[in-house]
């Protein structure tokens, strides 16, 4: 066989189409990954829609890539054929800009990539990815349990566990969807004193059933008032995408406790006086690099944190994609090719 699938998206707002195209050969220091397994995050809307400042077309989307490695490029050490790899967001940085050298990887301005983005991604048979792209994948895992844990699993995973909380800290979750029933998953596993907050009565038994001891019902209660009842929370990790929903937590938060952003919301309003009376404080997280997401995965293989999913074919990635943009998916949806 010489020529695979791969869905791409030719122009901004162009339909995802099947494309044939023949198998590319990895270039010095890369590898070729045969993908098994993908994830569509919302993310991959970037792409879609042509939001992301100087992206080249026709482009591959997808990030959460899952599969084993299928051709090794002259130069590349430490990776075999045959090996299970994982690809998430962060693809590559140079290693010798002032950020590198402090190990600010996320933040390098000279060679940062991303995958799905600055090179095709997973909705494909194959794709092309440095090494520094790459995390192992144990053998508990499967490749569409893989998948997800490959953008969203990170992204919360590394927040929490670079959040300043301790094992029986009260932390709690904001939002029970895609990062947020993840994010429950990883805090009780982490030993936090978990909280869930989400819209509505109905989710409570799902919030329980992932970890969470706490269930607050933002339509029906207010969230800060039921976090402070508890003590206050040492960090509210916000996975939401609405800021106003942001804001009714920070009142919640303990003395120097931190709302930790990672829902891309609009905006988002702090009153100062909460902010100073309190020393608390709001934050950002980035995702993590490839020994963050190997990290991830090693502990979910260990815990069993995994997430819901709903799989479709490579071929039906139009649909999986509305689908995962109607927001009705429990939880995320993931490619498969086959492979
Ligand atoms: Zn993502
Ligand atoms: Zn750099």
Request: hydrophobic share 40%.
């Amino acid at each position: 066989m010489t020529t695979m699938r791969a869905v791409q998206v030719s122009r901004p707002n162009a339909p995802f189409e099947i494309v044939e195209r023949s198998i590319p050969a990895p270039p010095p220091g890369s590898v070729r990954v045969k993908v098994q397994a993908c994830g569509i995050c919302h993310s991959d809307s970037l792409v879609k829609d042509g939001h992301w400042p100087g992206l080249q077309y026709p482009r591959v989307p997808g990030h959460e890539v899952a599969g084993l490695i299928d051709a090794v490029g002259a130069g590349v050490t430490g990776w075999k054929l045959g090996q299970r790899v994982g690809l998430g967001w962060h693809a590559g940085h140079c290693g010798a800009c002032d950020d590198c050298r402090r190990g600010d990887f996320f933040a390098c301005t000279v060679a940062h990539q991303i995958t799905g983005i600055d090179f095709d991604g997973g909705y494909a048979d194959y794709l092309i990815a440095p090494t520094t792209a790459l995390a192992r994948v144990p053998d508990e895992l499967s490749p569409v349990e893989v998948g997800p844990l490959m953008c969203a699993g990170i992204t919360t995973f590394n927040a929490l566990r670079n959040s300043g909380a301790r094992p029986g800290d009260l932390v709690a979750i904001l939002g029970l969807g895609g990062l947020g029933h993840l994010g429950v998953q990883f805090a009780a596993k982490m030993g936090f004193h978990t909280v869930a907050i989400a819209r509505g009565p109905d989710k409570q038994p799902l919030a329980k059933k992932l970890g969470a001891r706490h269930y607050i019902d933002s339509q029906a209660q207010d969230p800060a008032a039921e976090l402070g009842k508890l003590g206050g929370a040492k960090v509210v990790l916000a996975t939401v995408t609405h800021g106003p929903a942001m804001s009714a937590t920070i009142g919640g938060l303990a003395p120097n406790g931190t709302l930790l952003v990672i829902g891309a919301a609009q905006s988002l309003e702090v009153s100062p006086l909460l902010l100073i009376m309190g020393q608390r404080s709001v934050k950002g997280w980035y995702s993590g690099t490839s020994i963050d997401s190997q990290d991830t995965l090693a502990f979910s293989a260990a815990t069993g944190v995994r997430s819901m999913n709903e799989v479709f074919p490579l071929e039906r990635a139009a649909e999986a994609y509305a689908r995962m943009l109607s927001g009705k998916a429990r939880f995320r949806v993931v490619l498969t090719t086959g492979n």
